[in-house]
């Protein structure tokens, strides 16, 4: 968390994936192996919080939900209004990824609770794949528009 006025850092935090303490009393080779220490994709021993690029996560939602109320004032097609219902599907297959397979949302297996969808109830259930939609229907050009508005694409250094 950052001070919104001079940048300082006020509270981080990276909770790894493991429980450290196996490294108190040691392990050998094969259950460091096992326990995914050395998957690259997951990177387990990165302190993501200092060391990583990464998606912004949930907080862009919040840049996405406004882009696409903003821009469906001007075209419905390539935004929302707060009228809008969007039904999760789980997996977003409208962008599939290298692998052929689209972005879920995190609760895609209960899905059943993010169906027909507002702005509101997006945010509140936090769906992913409503965002997704949102996002698709926007394009890339109009998310990096507001992204600029928010001050998101220049360098917080």
């Not at 469906?72 to 052929?100: A, F, S, V």
């Not at 397979?101 to 259930?125: A, E, M």
């Amino acid at each position: 968390m950052l001070d919104v006025n001079t940048g300082e850092v006020l509270a981080m935090a990276c909770y790894p994936s493991f429980d450290p303490n196996l490294f108190i009393q040691g392990m050998t080779d094969a259950e460091y192996k096992a326990d995914g220490f050395k998957d690259t994709e997951k990177a387990p021993l990165l302190n993501k919080a200092i060391s990583s690029k990464d998606t912004p996560g949930s907080i862009f939602k919040m840049v996405t939900g406004l882009a696409g109320l903003m821009e469906g004032e001007n075209d419905i097609t390539h935004g929302i209004t707060l009228q809008t219902r969007i039904d999760c599907e789980g997996e977003y297959t409208k962008i599939l990824k290298p692998n052929g397979k689209g972005p879920r949302c995190w609760d895609w297996r209960h899905i059943s609770q993010h169906q027909n969808q507002t702005i509101v109830d997006g945010l509140t259930h936090s769906c992913d794949y409503f965002f997704y939609d949102v996002a698709n229907r926007l394009g890339i050009d109009l998310i990096d528009k507001w992204g600029k508005k928010f001050g998101l694409t220049s360098s917080t250094v």
